[in-house]
């Protein structure tokens, strides 16, 4: 098994542009989420899905979309980037009321 | 916010216990103590959780106090390789949402 998969590993984007952030797993998990860790900072969720056809908002959810496509895809937009979204995204995944919560790589995203 | 407070940063020596503190003063009836770590900048791992007795795996102890405000994650012998941010994390079990604090940096010894 894989685990949960992160694409691309690596942006770099310009002020406005737009990019989707792609997640994947492969253990059959429920439940899906975005994060974001800033520089010396704990994470903050953006969104997370309970289920395949649910989102819901999380801390931070400004400036961001997400699309549950499948059960095992949960794809994190960025309309139109900023500076400040400069961080780096982790995607997870649980079972659904599961106690462990399983983390991808994480996307590094520099905005300049 | 967050519903815990750690201490920011901590020492250990190679091989003795790593004594890690949270304090969830606001803690409800349902909700449970979670305790995952960082290591470098990868994504976290999930150590090991508890409502209301104490837990034990292969990772680490999970001692909660009997009012459940506060809780201590110990690691019997702390290694190099355990050097990480450490995240104490309080999550109701009727919710999907896991807010993570800040952590606290556990620097190990050698």
């Known amino acids: 098994n894989a685990g949960v998969t992160q694409t691309p590993k690596f942006q770099v984007l310009k002020t406005g542009q737009s990019m989707t952030l792609q997640c994947a797993q492969d253990?059959?998990?429920?439940?899906m989420y975005w994060y974001r860790q800033d520089p010396g900072m704990g994470l903050r969720l953006i969104y997370y899905?309970?289920?395949?056809?649910?989102?819901d908002k999380g801390e931070v959810p400004n400036g961001y979309n997400v699309s549950r496509l499948n059960k095992r895809e949960f794809s994190l937009r960025l309309e139109s980037a900023a500076p400040s979204q400069t961080s780096v995204y982790f995607c997870?995944?649980?079972?659904?009321?599961?106690?462990?919560?399983?983390f991808g790589p994480g996307t590094r995203l520099t905005v300049t | 916010d967050a519903k815990t407070t750690q201490p920011p940063s901590m020492d250990c020596a190679e091989g003795r216990a790593a004594n890690l503190p949270c304090n969830h003063s606001?803690?409800?009836?349902?909700?449970?103590v979670y305790w995952y770590r960082q290591i470098h900048s990868q994504g976290p791992q999930y150590i090991i959780h508890?409502?209301?007795n104490n837990e034990t795996n292969e990772m680490a102890s999970l001692i909660i106090t009997e009012d459940r405000k506060s809780s201590t994650l110990i690691l019997p012998h702390a290694t190099l390789r355990d050097t990480a941010v450490y995240y104490c994390?309080?999550?109701?079990?009727?919710?999907?949402?896991?807010?993570f604090g800040t952590g606290t940096r556990l620097k190990v010894l050698a």
């Open positions: 997870a995944s649980t079972t659904q009321g599961g106690y462990e919560q399983y």
């Open positions: 253990m059959n998990h429920n439940s």
């Open positions: 899905s309970a289920s395949e056809g649910t989102t």
């Open positions: 606001t803690i409800s009836g349902n909700e449970y």
């Open positions: 508890g409502l209301k």
């Open positions: 994390i309080v999550r109701d079990s009727g919710t999907y949402k896991y807010i």
